[in-house]
């Protein structure tokens, strides 16, 4: 079992995603005051009175609307009540109850979930205010004023969904799953992907570039192991980042990066590598995490002899900085080859998380020594005393020696291509941190 979950539902443009963020502590919805801006649902993990729930944000419901992304927007949230343990049914104070409000409420009912209803944009302290009453027409009980932007309510609003979560139980923590970020440019199928994975329609899927916008997390178990997958809005190239909802989508990405384990960089397999996909994985390879290639649509790809190796082959040309990196190719449409994933992912997570010895380490490098002697400048010459490890996640290592400013970019990739040899660190990048002997940490 994992966490209780708490869906927030409402029509678009109500402070749903100012609530979301407030809750969680942290700017993981996009707000905006534009309807329809956060059209995913988004997850995130809070907790109140030492009871941990998950937080699920929804795109705003029109219920008349016959939109493409609207109707999909609204299918998102059917989900989100079919596995919420408690509903938040989240109105405007000051429009009033509309008619979506009443086809919302009529909808919700139908779910026989715990539901909280709540009036948002009650700005004044004091007395609750007279246009309070009008939402009892609801049939949804007693309505809880709040106001999400003045952190007004919101203490007596949790203690509501408190009492409502179910009883705990023992297997709400889940610290074991390797996080998984799925990134790469927009349209490239990344939210295919995760459907595919995930056997459901998780996220919104559409011939338009940029529809996901929000990056969205979700659980999965297999016989492979526990997974978080985190499906991001593609990033754009910053001539195109107009908007400022696409700017804090290019700021979910780099923070999905960042909270990742591991980063499946999806490439389209009719384009092949573009500069975009380069800075992409650059994100990845900067921030250390484990990375693996994945080529998607390879179903729309005409085969002769040699094509894979060949695309393998244009793949490292374009990417030589990330030669360590796997390449799958797959079609998230047909599910070819995507149950390799799994492998890969816990390969690549292992290789970035692995720990060498200090005394196999010194091994390694007097053996690099012997081979290519240590760069020599103006009669002086580079000697290496030892090496350690320092950390993993990235794979990095302390290397003391007589002079810094002799130990040039060249040698250091020939030590890290010889730990690359003997140790393996597939998918990983490896760091090198040089210092003189007798230097302290700054």
């Known amino acids: 079992m994992s966490k209780p979950i708490v869906a927030i539902i409402g029509k678009p443009n109500v402070g749903k995603s100012r609530f979301f963020n407030y809750v969680v502590g942290q700017r993981i919805s996009i707000v905006e005051d534009t309807p329809g801006v956060t059209r995913d649902r988004v997850y995130a993990d809070t907790s109140w009175r030492d009871r941990e729930f998950t937080l699920i944000d929804t795109g705003g419901i029109e219920p008349e609307s016959d939109d493409i992304i609207l109707s999909q927007m609204r299918e998102q949230a059917n989900i989100a009540i079919g596995i919420a343990d408690i509903i938040i049914f989240m109105t405007d104070i000051k429009q009033g109850v509309t008619a979506a409000d009443s086809e919302i409420a009529m909808m919700l009912k139908k779910s026989h979930k715990p539901i909280i209803l709540v009036c948002n944009k009650s700005d004044n302290y004091g ?11 609801l049939g949804m009980g007693e309505p809880h004023p709040i106001s999400a932007a003045n952190a007004i309510g919101i203490g007596d ?15 709400e923590s889940d610290n074991d799953r390797i996080k998984v970020a799925i990134i790469g440019k927009p349209n490239v199928g990344k939210s295919s992907l995760l459907n595919k994975i995930l056997g459901e329609d998780r996220s919104i899927v559409s011939n338009i570039a940029g529809t996901t916008r929000d990056a969205i997390d979700s659980n999965f178990e297999n016989e492979y192991g526990k997974y978080t997958f985190i499906d991001t809005a593609g990033i754009r190239k ?29 490439i389209d397999a009719n384009e092949g590598v573009t500069d975009q996909d380069a800075k992409i994985l650059g994100e990845a390879h900067e921030a250390g995490k484990g990375i693996i290639i994945v080529v998607n649509k390879w179903d729309e790809i005409e085969k002769e002899n040699g094509t894979l190796e060949k695309f393998k082959k244009e793949v490292y040309n374009n990417l030589s900085y990330a030669s360590y990196a796997p390449i799958l190719f797959i079609s ?20 970035n998380d692995k720990r060498i010895s200090t005394s196999v380490i010194n091994e390694v490098i007097n053996e690099a020594i012997a081979v290519v002697q240590p760069p020599t400048d103006k009669g002086k010459r580079l000697k290496i005393m030892y090496g350690t490890q320092a950390c993993s996640k990235p794979p990095t290592f302390v290397i003391f020696c007589n002079n810094k400013s002799l130990f040039h970019f060249s040698y250091q990739r020939y030590l890290i291509n010889c730990f690359r040899n003997n140790f393996g660190f597939e998918g990983t990048p490896v760091r090198l941190i040089i210092r003189e002997k007798g230097e302290k940490d700054n």
């Not at 007395?127 to 027409?137: D, H, R, S, T």
């Not at 609003?157 to 297997?171: G, M, Q, S, T, V």
């Open 127 to 137: 007395e609750p205010p007279a246009e309070l009453y009008e939402f009892y027409n």
């Open 157 to 171: 609003l949790l203690d509501e969904i408190y009492e409502k979560l179910p009883p705990k139980n023992d297997d």
């Open 238 to 266: 910053k001539a195109k980042v107009n908007e400022s909802i696409e700017k804090f989508s290019v700021m979910r990405t780099l923070l999905a990066i960042e909270r990742a384990d591991v980063c499946l960089v999806l």
């Open 332 to 351: 998230a449409k047909t599910g070819q080859r995507v149950n390799k994933i799994f492998e890969m992912i816990n390969h690549v997570s292992e290789e």
